[in-house]
Nanobody, 121 residues
Framework: QVQLVESGGGLVQPGGSLRLSCAAS????????MGWYRQAPGKQRELVAN???????TYADSVKGRFTIARDNAKNTVDLQMNSLRPEDTAVYYC???????????????WGQGTQVTVSS
């Protein structure tokens, strides 16, 4: 069984910073992608940032220059450093990983339980 455990959410004032962390554990053969999505009330879940095993990263336009994703392949972790936070960044943030639990099985997408980020004065 695979688990993604997130930490680091909370309440921050506009312009502040937060760091989210996610650790994948369990029966993992290989991980191809790790990243973060978010879902605000009444909106669809959207990609924030993700990173492939080779280091290729993708960011949503709305967070470019403010957020940085960092992955540790040896530890199966991914962090999201969020700076210059805005009220519109308020959402539940979900860790995502695309991985295999065995060489003969196809890749599957796994999700964390979500962590609330609230940006408000």
């Amino acid at each position: 069984q695979v688990q993604l455990v997130e930490s680091g959410g909370g309440l921050v004032q506009p312009g502040g910073s937060l760091r989210l962390s996610c650790a994948a554990s369990g029966s993992i053969f290989s991980i191809s992608a790790m990243g973060w999505y978010r879902q605000a009330p009444g909106k669809q879940r959207e990609l924030v940032a993700n990173t492939l095993r080779d280091g290729t990263t993708t960011y949503a336009d709305s967070v470019k220059g403010r957020f940085t994703i960092a992955r540790d392949n040896a530890k199966n972790t991914v962090d999201l450093q969020m700076n210059s936070l805005r009220p519109e960044d308020t959402a539940v943030y979900y860790c995502n990983s695309v991985l295999r639990i065995a060489n003969i099985l196809p890749q599957r997408s796994y999700w964390g339980q979500g962590t609330q980020v609230t940006v408000s004065s």
